[in-house]
């Protein structure tokens, strides 16, 4: 195919990103298909392609390879458009899917309405590598948890029982419950159990440093008591900056932690949370919800609030109460982090009882 020439009518460009291969559509003002072009998904070939191109706006889906495409897009002038994958059935479920054919479909939604894609932003470039350390650390303790599951499951099956214990203590403990039949057959998964467990222990103190001295925003937050480095750091690498949400309960239905609707006349079932967002800073927060409705929680306006929920009864009471507080969660640590204010756990408590004295 001949080189695109830099026609003032190349307007929107729909781009279907490959692991190897990629396609464009490029459409012109009146949406007609000026040209097709396929490309090997890398830089090299991206920047000859696109350098050339005269401004256009082009919609991508979010995928592996989209913040780095994205990136490399911004800095050659042009208008990214990232589109979430799980909003597009129109490319998802086509019968006809296809490189070529998704290509074009994204160019002609984006030329429709840029709001159709529901556009999502990737993170910077540090951004992006500060949040690969967290993201590594729950791969080491993902597998850690296989790992453990893997010598539990094969001893119960030889009629014996590894007590419970906490991860780090699991190897010390396993290798004297184990039956002497199996003992060189788990031998090296007991060994490997250990490596992950320093491993671990390592990338902790790498996330606790990175946030004291790149984060310190995440200080204010850590004061809530069940809110560690590690949650604490998620919640700011994934949000990003606080003034993306005007108000403080909007990032609850950013994070998933709201219950989906399907109204329709007088239909309007309850339903359960829409799980949107990203899931792993919405299992840290449930995390820290369970921590705070735990035994250990301190005595708080969470604690309060998640237990009265609990305390109504009916099923799965405990499960809508550490859903309830992990949202509550999510929006207090915006507004901590948005005003830099002093975190006091019984603040509406305190209020209220205050208001009761001075109506009695």
Known sequence: MAEPSKRSDVVTIGLDLGDRWSH??????????????????????????????PKAVIAIEVGTHSPWVSRLLKKLGHEVLVANARKLRL?????????????????????????????????NEQ????????????????GRVQLINHVRGAVKS?????????????CRRA???????????LAPVLSALEVLTEQIREMDARIEQLADTAYPDTKVLRSIKGIGALTALAYVLTLQEPERFPQSRAVGPYLGLVPSRSQSGRSDPQRRITKQGDPYLRRLLVQ??????????????????????????????????????ARKLA???????KTAQIYEPLHNSAR??????SAA
Not at 331 to 337: A, C, D, I, N, T
Not at 352 to 357: D, G, I, L, Y
């Open 24 to 53: 464009d559509c490029v459409l012109d003002a009146a949406g007609q298909v000026v040209e097709t072009t396929r490309m090997a998904t890398g830089a090299e070939s991206m920047t000859r392609r696109y350098a050339r191109l």
């Open 331 to 337: 929006v207090l640590m915006h507004h901590l982090w």
């Open 175 to 185: 290798r004297v419950q184990i039956p002497p039949t199996l003992i060189s057959t």
């Open 127 to 142: 951004t992006a590598t500060d949040m690969a350390v967290v993201r590594a650390r729950d791969v080491l303790v993902r």
């Open 91 to 123: 490319i998802s479920e086509n019968t006809r899917k296809g490189d070529k054919v998704d290509a074009e479909l994204l160019a002609r939604v984006a030329r429709l309405d840029p709001k159709l894609l529901t556009c999502i932003e990737h993170r």
């Open 158 to 170: 030889a009629g014996a029982r590894v007590r419970s214990c906490s991860p780090e203590a699991f």
């Open 352 to 357: 209220q009882e205050a208001a009761r004295n």
């Open 288 to 325: 820290g919800a369970n921590f705070i409705l735990g035994p250990f929680g301190q005595d708080s306006d969470l604690r309060r609030f998640g237990l009265a929920i609990a305390a109504r009864g009916g099923k799965n009471a405990r499960k809508r109460a550490v859903v309830a507080v």
